[in-house]
């Protein structure tokens, strides 16, 4: 079959189920993060529901409770883009607006919380390491985010990309978290944490370099300040 023949068969099949394999593609990305956001803080949540861990101050269950909604209302938005459903997902987007300033405010409520815990006992100089990391995920988070506002209706390439790179921005604690995953030794190291984050885009830039032969700007921008 031809090119011209197979991009002709693969339309009819997009028109005849309603879902393009672009929009299925992000909408696993979306998902994606979800699962490792999961895979990341479900074990210490449940330790912690469970009574094996002691219970943290009110401000960590605040800030869980942010991180899941965003997480969530990323994959939503994926997922009525999928199925097609552009009037909902605009509606539902109007959350971002409200959620988005909350996640940034317990982005750094956390982490000065935190810091002041550990000041002055002897793990305080590690914990300072591990939250100055912090700094990355309070300055690119709103970058991005507000990225993605400005390019929703002139350029939806870049707002969905955006979109998954602000999300990304708030998984190295999960990552962190996870120390089955192979050479992961945070705190004492966060090298691995940061390549794995990496990782996580390792299929979207294939996607783009197959069907766009070469890799979309918003994820060269998104590195470069990474």
Same mark, same amino acid.
């Given at each position: 079959?031809?090119?011209?023949?197979?991009?002709?068969?693969?339309?009819?099949?997009?028109?005849?189920?309603?879902?393009?394999?672009?929009?299925?593609?992000?909408?696993?990305m979306a998902w994606l993060l979800v699962l490792?956001?999961?895979?990341?803080?479900?074990?210490?949540?449940?330790?912690?529901?469970?009574?094996?861990?002691?219970?943290?101050?009110?401000?960590?269950?605040?800030?869980?409770?942010?991180?899941?909604?965003?997480?969530?209302?990323?994959a939503v938005q994926a997922t009525l883009s999928?199925?097609?459903?552009? #009037?909902?997902?605009?509606?539902?987007?109007?959350?971002? +607006?409200? !959620? %988005? *300033?909350?996640? /940034?405010?317990? &982005?750094?409520?956390?982490?000065?919380?935190?810091?002041?815990?550990?000041?002055?006992?002897?793990?305080?100089?590690?914990?300072?390491?591990?939250?100055?990391?912090?700094?990355?995920?309070?300055?690119?988070?709103?970058?991005?985010?507000?990225?993605?506002?400005?390019?929703?209706?002139?350029?939806?390439?870049?707002?969905?990309?955006?979109?998954?790179?602000?999300?990304?921005?708030?998984?190295?604690?999960?990552?962190?978290?996870?120390?089955?995953?192979?050479?992961?030794?945070?705190?004492? #190291?966060?090298?691995?944490?940061?390549?794995?984050?990496? +990782?996580? !885009? %390792? *299929?979207?830039? /294939?996607?783009? &370099?197959?069907?766009?032969?070469?890799?979309h700007r918003a994820w060269v921008w998104g590195?470069?300040?990474?």
């Amino acid at each position: 079959m031809t090119e011209t023949g197979a991009s002709m068969s693969i339309s009819a099949r997009n028109d005849a189920t309603g879902i393009s394999f672009e929009h299925s593609f992000h909408a696993g990305m979306a998902w994606l993060l979800v699962l490792v956001a999961i895979a990341g803080f479900a074990p210490r949540s449940l330790a912690i529901v469970s009574g094996t861990m002691p219970n943290p101050p009110l401000v960590v269950h605040l800030h869980a409770a942010v991180m899941a909604t965003w997480t969530a209302l990323l994959a939503v938005q994926a997922t009525l883009s999928l199925v097609g459903r552009m #009037d909902l997902h605009r509606k539902w987007g109007l959350a971002s +607006l409200v !959620l %988005a *300033p909350l996640v /940034l405010i317990m &982005l750094v409520a956390i982490t000065i919380i935190r810091q002041n815990d550990a000041a002055g006992t002897p793990a305080g100089p590690l914990v300072n390491n591990i939250l100055f990391v912090q700094i990355r995920s309070i300055l690119l988070f709103p970058t991005f985010f507000v990225w993605a506002l400005q390019t929703r209706r002139t350029d939806p390439q870049m707002h969905k990309r955006m979109m998954l790179l602000a999300t990304l921005m708030l998984l190295d604690a999960a990552i962190a978290r996870m120390n089955w995953l192979p050479y992961n030794q945070f705190p004492n #190291d966060y090298l691995a944490v940061h390549l794995y984050l990496l +990782l996580l !885009l %390792a *299929p979207a830039l /294939l996607y783009d &370099l197959i069907k766009l032969r070469r890799i979309h700007r918003a994820w060269v921008w998104g590195l470069v300040l990474m």
